[in-house]
Each structure stands twice: as structure tokens, then as C-alpha cells.
């Protein structure tokens, strides 16, 4: 029994692992962004929405720090009350793609067969699309709008998580503890959920963060574009799109809905590739 | 076999001279004041469990050491100091002078160049040999190494050789500059046991005809024995003892050693007080079972509308196990066992033939037969850390079947649960870690309470000890005997270590290519066996010299 070197050391490792530098810098910025966006009516100075015809295309100054814009709108409010809308894009947009790739990405490696391949066509099929052309041309089908574009994400982004879940799966399916699960006689749902998905669940989640970066710059230059969130809601993209008119006289009314929009995407990108990081990480350890 | 070879040359300086190195990763020592020697075309074993350093101690004599590593000490290779050497330096010696091999070929050879060119390319750079006379050597090389039709398999790509001929390559490749060391760091342990005999005798006889200083690191003291002059075993990053083979086999000095020594598989017999009772029908029958895997259909072959042979892993085998009784399955990777442990648990559906228990077919049961049939068929799996879930804590693993099968409710599952834990000599603490957090044997260990948490009548024991050093091996066996005893459990047993099994089973059934090719009484397969085959088997075991009296003795 002595013999059994035991790592006794691991117990206390495990919680010293060192998060990336990354991850810290990342998770922060993410952070004060959904912050500012759930306090959005307590920390803006202004109404998003109150036009004061007065004060329009005036300059970064004390009263208004990021400027007004074309009637007169607090820039500085509208990209704190947009961060509400692009984080709820990154999420309506994220959430129901995820939720069906995982489910059918559990059934399909697990199960295999002729379900499978057909499915894996389909994200064939999918995949030999440019993301932004086929999310572009099934918004234009179905009309501009904020519901339309997220049933086009979802549409289109599913597949992405259906075949990752799916490669987890397939390796996981043959491990030995979940053969030991079907051998100890337990249902299917029960060795799907609580032994195949907890460990295929990973790379999904840090897939989803870099993903949520994709669906927020999509959801931008849907909103530039017309197609996506529509005047006068205060959205990062329809906020540039509205700006771009005045930037000779007004350069503050798009830069700073930009700037926001590249702080939060970074956010998001580091923090997908920390978590990443992360997770090989732990496995190696 | 021939015994250990006394050195060619005896010259004073030795080889390779090792004083006084340790090895440090930031702040891990991991290798204490080892100092040793190796005299020219002499063979020295080096012996211990992973994480002994034994092949940290050969990687920081062939400079192969990361940088990140701080190495003190001195090593002289023919009077030259090694530690410091540039790189070029380093170069000019490994390859030339010095060589290696590894356990695993297949992941030392470029799988996208002919084996005769890798084994060319070292003479083209040391020896400066034109490439059509570094070839030819190649094929010379490969003929001394024993690959027959040698011009031909120099053509060949790793890929479209078995493992055995790839160590050959990789051996050919290390001495194709007349080296005069070669560390050979587990050479044979991802091999199957026939073949490992014969690349321990390929090594002998390059010893004996080139005067060739080999250093032997392997965790089987029956290898070392039977080939090195000298052992040094190892342990925790320090040398507990070195002396001569004979020495530390018969009269081991340091307790460490002596476990080892005893912790040697088919060194011990299990006491099994088993009997026959004759004209019982048995608990478990097999007849006839045949199992096929069918081969990928590609897109020509739907083309051409023509299907590809299966490939049968079981054909035609029929095995009987009687309530009580311990029967163990021997063979060699791909001969069909583990595919017999998984047809029983029903994991794979038989092309023909049935299973039987208690005269059931088991692809009958259904339902509440089929719960019933898990209850009393249990399987412990071959991969320590594979067979947890990685995400559940060892109690909650073990805990798990007794609430699902709704024999208690959650807390008193888990009360039963540490008892199983206490069962299989597992401290209570160790409960609430996750299978990373625990070694190889205890994981091991919470496997074997798992399965045994439904309380079943069958336990399968699939290769449940080849993944763990021989001293953890021992003492899953000496519990195995135990929980057998006490639970009155019917065990198969399957190994490819016929040593094992004969000193663990009553009977044993002899796998090959899918077939029973051999069946009797534990003690009779070893001591007479019939067939060609296992015959090769049993001559292939490493035995430490004194064993087989000691066997007999007891049987006798």
C-alpha cells in the first residue's frame, strides 16, 4: 500500500493553477462592459433618446464627454445603453445555436448512423458558405429586423456546435468509463447526460465566448447595414451607420460606438482564448 | 536463452562514467546523486518504477535533457566531459558514438520517408557516405537485425511494418555508425511478449559480435536478469542498489529491492480453495461465439458495388466459466479478448453464436432482466484513468450504481460507498478527489469498488493491471484474491501476461487471431503446454532464476 505513491501534492496543486494573463485582462473588460450595461440608466448622464436639436454635433466637452450627435443625442449615454443591446445580441445571438448544436451533436456522435451522415452533409453543405453571405441572404428573405437576424444566426450557426460537441463525443463514446456507465446497466439519457456531456462541454464553452465576438460584430454591421437593430435603438452599429453621414464635421458620433465595439470585441476574443488555454491546461496538468 | 554475457573488453576507464548527477526542474529534484558506471560491451539494466528517473539519468547522459532542466554533477563518456557541450558539439557524438532507442518506434521514425533512407541518413552525416553506399550498408544493417528480405523492406514506409520490425529499424538506425553505447529505454514494453524475446536476443548478439555497451532501462527485472551483467534499480530519483544481476535477483540488499524482486508477476501463487463440482451446468457459457467488425465501405467500393471481407475478431469460440471459479483468457494484442469482455457485457452484438447465463441467452434480456443481468455482471477496465469519469469524485463514482440501481437512497449510498472504499483499502479522504488526483493504482482501485458496488456474482477483469508498475500490479492482484475470496465472485480474468494468469487462475484458455488454440489447467498450460504457439508464450516469460522450483514446490 506504501508503495502507491499517491500525489499528494496534486490536491493542492490543482488550485494554484495560474490563470493567463489573458484570461485576467480579458474577463475585466467583459466585465465592466456588462456593469455598465445592466446599471446603463444609473451610470449614463443622459436619456439615450432625448433629442436636443440645440446642442447638435457639438464636440467632446465637460458636459458631454463623448459629444452629441446629429439632434443633439449624449453619445456617451448611447453607447452605454447600445452595451445593453450588443451584449443581448451576443447572447440571443449565441444561446439558440448552442443549444441545438449541442443537443444534436450529442445525439449524432453518439449514436452514429445514417442520422449522422446526414446531418454532417448539411454542415458540409453550410460550412461551403461564407458565414456573413448566408446569414445576409436569409435576412434578406426574411425582412431586416433584430428577430429575423437571430433566427438567420441561428440558422447558420448551429452546425458549428453540432460538429464540435460531435468530435468530443465520438472520443468520449468509446472511453472506458462511459462504456463502465453502460455496463453498471444506466439509461441512456442518464450516460448522455451526466457522463457524455459534462466532458464534451469544454472547448463548446470557449467556442461560445469567440463566437459571442463573431454575433456582436455581425449584429454591428447588420445594424450599419439596415438589416439588423433599426433607428432610433441605441446599437453600436446602427450608431456608426447614423454618424457616418456627419464624419467630416463629427467624427466623435462614430468613433467612440467603435471603440466600444473593438474594446468589447477584444474582450471577448482573449477571453474565448484563455478559457481555452485553460481548459488544454488542465488536461496536460 | 543464453545467461548473461560477461564484458568483451575489460578495460580500466569505463564508457560512460556517471558521478555524482542531479537532475532539478525548477523546484522538483528529481534526480539525487546518482552516480554509476558502464564499461566497455558491457549490458546494465536499470531498473524501477515510472518516476524512478531512470530515463532521466540516460536522457541527461545523451544530452537530451530540456534546458529548462539544472543539471549538476559530472558525466564522462571515454574520458570526455559531457555536461556543458555545445550543441554542435553534441552532434558530433549522439548518432556517431552514442545512440538511443525508444519504447515507442512508431513515434521515432518519420512516417513520410523509407525506412532505408532514415537508417542511411546517420552514416551520410557522420561517416560521410556517398547515398547509394549509406543505402547499401542500410540493407546490410537490416539483415543483421533480422529483417528478412532486407532490400525490399527498405522500400517500405513505417506504416507498413508491425511493431516488432519497427524496434528493429529503429536498432538498425542506432548502430548503423558502429556506436559504442546504446541506451535502449524500454525497448520491448509496447511489445507483444513473443516479440520481445526476440528483440532482447537481437540485442545479446549485437553485444556479443560488436562488443556493444548497452544500457537497458526497463521496469521487468525478468528481462534485466536474463540480459544484463549488472542491475541498477532505482527509486525515487536515487540508486537504491546496483550489483550483479545474480546478486540483486538472489539476495536483494535494500527492502525496496526485495519488493521488486517479489512484486514480480507469477512470483506469487493466489491460494484459491476451489474445487470442481462435477455435472453442474455453468454460470457462464459461450458457444460457438463469432464476432465481426465490418470493413469500411469507401466510395469505390460503393462504385464498383463490391464489399470488403469482415474482419472476424472472434470465430467460432466456445468457453465454459462454473460458479466460483477463476478463468483466465490469455493472448496477445488483437487476438480477440478484449472483444470476448465486451460480447459479455454485451457491448457489441455477436454475428453468431450466444452467451449464456445460467443457460439465459444474455441479447434476450430486456428491461427489468436486463438490470438484473447488470447487477450480476460486473467488468473492471483495462485504463486506470480512462475508466472514471473525470468530472465525479471517487465516492461519488462508487456511489453512483447503488442509488441508480435504487437499492438506497443518495446519502446511504454514499455511506456504502466509503465502506467499499475502506473495502479495497482505500483511505476515506482519498474519497472526494478526482480521478487526476489520484495515481494509477488507486484509481484502479476505485474501479474494482465501482463494479463491486452492485454486488455481482461475474466480474470481467479486462487487462486491469497492465497499465500500473509491477510493485502497484502485486497489490491489486493480492486484493483481487482477496475480494474473490470473500465475495465468493466467479472472475475472468484476461492478461496477455500468461505468468499472471497462471499463478491467479484454475484454467486457462489460450487466444489467437480470434481462435482458442489452447485450454487446460492453469498449472499444465504453463509447465506442458501443447501447442506451438503457446509453447512460444510460455519460453517468452522473463522468469527471475529460482522461480520455477518454487512454482513446482508448491504444486507439487
Known amino acids: ?176 468509463y462511459v462504456q463502465a456507465a453502460q455496463c453498471l446497466g444506466y439509461s441512456d439519457r442518464v450516460v448522455l447526460l451526466r457522463h457524455v456531456l459534462p466532458n464534451a462541454f469544454g472547448p463548446v464553452v470557449a467556442y461560445a465566448v469567440s463566437d459571442a465576438v463573431l454575433v456582436m460584430l455581425a449584429g454591428a454591421s447588420f445594424g450599419f447595414l439596415g438589416m439588423g437593430a433599426q433607428p432610433p435603438l441605441a446599437e453600436w452599429g446602427v450608431m456608426i451607420s447614423d454618424g457616418s453621414r456627419y464624419i467630416r464635421q463629427a467624427w466623435w458620433i462614430c468613433t467612440f460606438p467603435g471603440l466600444a465595439a473593438i474594446s468589447l470585441g477584444l474582450g471577448l476574443a482573449f477571453l474565448g482564448d484563455g478559457l481555452g488555454q485553460l481548459r488544454r491546461g488542465q488536461v496536460s496538468a | 536463452m543464453n545467461g548473461p554475457l560477461a564484458p568483451l573488453t575489460t578495460a580500466d576507464r569505463p564508457l560512460l562514467d556517471i558521478a555524482d548527477v542531479s537532475v532539478t526542474f525548477g523546484n522538483t529534484r528529481v534526480l539525487k546523486h546518482v552516480s554509476f558506471q558502464i564499461m566497455p560491451g558491457e549490458i546494465v539494466g536499470i531498473a524501477g518504477e515510472s518516476g524512478s528517473g531512470k530515463s532521466t539519468i540516460c536522457r541527461a547522459a545523451m544530452g537530451l535533457l530540456p534546458s529548462t532542466a539544472d543539471v549538476t554533477g559530472d558525466v564522462h563518456f571515454d574520458g570526455q566531459g559531457l555536461l556543458g557541450l555545445g ?151 536515487e540508486i537504491v542498489e546496483q550489483g550483479e544481476a545474480g546478486q540483486i535477483i538472489e539476495a536483494p540488499r535494500h527492502p525496496y529491492t526485495r519488493l521488486l524482486v517479489d512484486s514480480q508477476p507469477g512470483k506469487r501463487q493466489f491460494k484459491t480453495g476451489w474445487k470442481q463440482v462435477e455435472d453442474q451446468t455453468p454460470l457462464l457459457q459461450i458457444e460457438d461465439l463469432r464476432v465481426v467488425f465490418p470493413a469500411k465501405r469507401d466510395l469505390i467500393d460503393i462504385v464498383r458495388n463490391r464489399k470488403p471481407a469482415p474482419f472476424a475478431a472472434l470465430d467460432g469460440v466456445s468457453l465454459a466459466v462454473a460458479t466460483g471459479e477463476t478463468v483466465g483468457i490469455v493472448g496477445e494484442s488483437g487476438s480477440g479478448k478484449s472483444t470476448l469482455a465486451r460480447s459479455i457485457i454485451r457491448q457489441n452484438r455477436p454475428a453468431a453464436g450466444t452467451v449464456k447465463l445460467d443457460g439465459r441467452p444474455i441479447e434476450q434480456f430486456a428491461g427489468g432482466d436486463l438490470l438484473a443481468f447488470r447487477r450480476r455482471v460486473q467488468m473492471v477496465f483495462q485504463n486506470p484513468y480512462d475508466s472514471l469519469n473525470p468530472r465525479m469524485t471517487a465516492l461519488e463514482a462508487i456511489a453512483e450504481p447503488i442509488w441508480r440501481h435504487g437499492i438506497a437512497g443518495r446519502r446511504e449510498a454514499l455511506r456504502q460507498a466509503s465502506k467499499l472504499l475502506d473495502m479495497v483499502e482505500l483511505p476515506t479522504a482519498l474519497g472526494e478527489r478526482k480521478p487526476r488526483q489520484l495515481s494509477g493504482g488507486q484509481c484502479q482501485r476505485v474501479g474494482i469498488a465501482r463494479a463491486l458496488a452492485l454486488q455481482p456474482q461475474v466480474l470481467i477483469a479486462d487487462e486491469i493491471t497492465s497499465a500500473l508498475d509491477v510493485t502497484t500490479q502485486a497489490q491489486i492482484l493480492e486484493l483481487l484474491a482477496r475480494l474473490r475470496r470473500e465475495r465468493a465472485l466467479t472472475l475472468v480474468y484476461i492478461s496477455h501476461d500468461l505468468s499472471v494468469v497462471s499463478s491467479f487462475c484454475q484454467r486457462v484458455y489460450v487466444f489467437r487471431s480470434g481462435r482458442i488454440v489452447e485450454q487446460g489447467g492453469a498449472a499444465d498450460v504453463l509447465t506442458n503446454p501443447q501447442e506451438t504457439y503457446t509453447r512460444e508464450l510460455v519460453a517468452s516469460l522473463h522468469r527471475l532464476p529460482g522461480q520455477m522450483v518454487e512454482r513446482e514446490s508448491i504444486e507439487g
Open chain 1, 1 to 176: 500500500m506504501s508503495m502507491e505513491a499517491s500525489p499528494a501534492s496534486g490536491a493542492t496543486k490543482q488550485h494554484a493553477v495560474t490563470l493567463p494573463w489573458s484570461l485576467l485582462v480579458a474577463g475585466s473588460i467583459v466585465g465592466i462592459w456588462i456593469v455598465l450595461a445592466l446599471f446603463a440608466p444609473l451610470v449614463a448622464p443622459f436619456d439615450p433618446t432625448a433629442v436636443d436639436i440645440a446642442n447638435a454635433l457639438k464636440g467632446p466637452s465637460a458636459a458631454h464627454w463623448f459629444g452629441t450627435d446629429q439632434v443633439g443625442r449624449d453619445v456617451l449615454s448611447r453607447v452605454i445603453h447600445g452595451a445593453r443591446i450588443d451584449l443581448l445580441m451576443c447572447l440571443a445571438g449565441v444561446l439558440p445555436p448552442l443549444l441545438i448544436g449541442t443537443t444534436v451533436g450529442l445525439l449524432s456522435g453518439y449514436y452514429g448512423g445514417t442520422v449522422d451522415t446526414l446531418l454532417m452533409r448539411l454542415y458540409d453543405l453550410t460550412a461551403a458558405f461564407p458565414f456573413f453571405v448566408l446569414v445576409l441572404a436569409i435576412v434578406g428573405v426574411l425582412g431586416p429586423g433584430l428577430i429575423n437576424f437571430f433566427i438567420a444566426l441561428a440558422v447558420v450557426g448551429w452546425v458549428t456546435y453540432a460538429r464540435l460537441v460531435r468530435a468530443e463525443v465520438m472520443a468520449i463514446r468509446d472511453s472506458e
Open chain 2, 87 to 237: 550543441e554542435a558539439e553534441w552532434t558530433k557524438l549522439r548518432g556517431r558514438h552514442m545512440a538511443m532507442i525508444f519504447q515507442n518506434p512508431a513515434s521515432h521514425l518519420d512516417p513520410l520517408r523509407k525506412v532505408g533512407r532514415q537508417i542511411a541518413q546517420p552514416m551520410i552525416r557522420h561517416l560521410a557516405l556517398s547515398r547509394s553506399e549509406a543505402l547499401g550498408r542500410a540493407v546490410k544493417l537490416l539483415d543483421d537485425v533480422g529483417i528478412r528480405e532486407s532490400a525490399m523492406r527498405a522500400k517500405s514506409y513505417p506504416h507498413e511494418l508491425s511493431g516488432g520490425m519497427k524496434q528493429r529499424v529503429m536498432i538498425a538506425a542506432a548502430i548503423s555508425c558502429a556506436p559504442r553505447l546504446l541506451i535502449a529505454d524500454e525497448p520491448t514494453t509496447a511489445l507483444d511478449v513473443t516479440v520481445q524475446a526476440k528483440i532482447l536476443e537481437l540485442l545479446k548478439e549485437l553485444n556479443r559480435q560488436r562488443g556493444l555497451a548497452i544500457a537497458l532501462i526497463s521496469h521487468d527485472l525478468g528481462v534485466l536478469a536474463d540480459v544484463c551483467s549488472r542491475i541498477i534499480v532505482m527509486r525515487h530519483g
